[in-house]
């Protein structure tokens, strides 16, 4: 039988939240995908595309961190800096905050869908971005593959 996710929250990171996601930790070897949460605070604080949440858990501690923002040319909903804590990696957090964020945020053109981005050894966030419907487009940003996930 398989057991229900964790239940988790998104919420805007705020003045009572941003030092609990600066001090968000990952598992070594993950630097080489993902940048600090600190990096992608700043992002978020200078650069007018990206809008932080932070991913609570059902007690109200923060455990993870994701950050979304619009594309002004085809109005898609991207997806980025998805961390989850490395004490709470491996338990469904990261799979269940994405599921929220495909509920809860919506793309500025409904035919957009949304998109993400990742480096393209990092076999994890792959296996987890298609299994949510994300396909690979052939788009590169940077050096990550792009993959979007239509409206259902």
């Known amino acids: 039988m398989t057991q229900p996710g964790p239940s988790v929250s998104l919420r805007p990171v705020d003045a ?9 930790t990952i598992v070594p070897g993950q630097d080489a995908y993902v940048a600090a949460a600190t990096h992608y605070l700043a992002l978020c604080a200078y650069e007018d595309v990206w809008k932080p949440l932070a991913v609570h858990d059902e007690q109200g ?3 993870g961190f994701l950050m979304w923002g619009i594309d002004d040319e085809d109005g898609s909903c991207w997806l980025g800096g998805v961390i989850v804590d490395a004490a709470h990696q491996g338990r469904g957090v990261g799979r269940a905050a994405l599921v929220q964020a495909l509920t809860t ?9 949304f998109a993400l981005a990742y480096h393209p050894q990092n076999t994890a966030a792959k296996g987890l971005y298609a299994s949510l419907g994300f396909f690979e ?3 590169t940003d940077d050096d990550e593959v792009v993959a ?5």
């Open 16 to 24: 009572g939240s941003w030092r609990a996601v600066a001090g968000l």
């Open 61 to 63: 501690a923060v455990v």
């Open 105 to 113: 945020l919506q793309p500025r053109d409904d035919a957009a869908g």
């Open 137 to 139: 487009t052939g788009e």
């Open 148 to 152: 979007r996930r239509r409206p259902a």
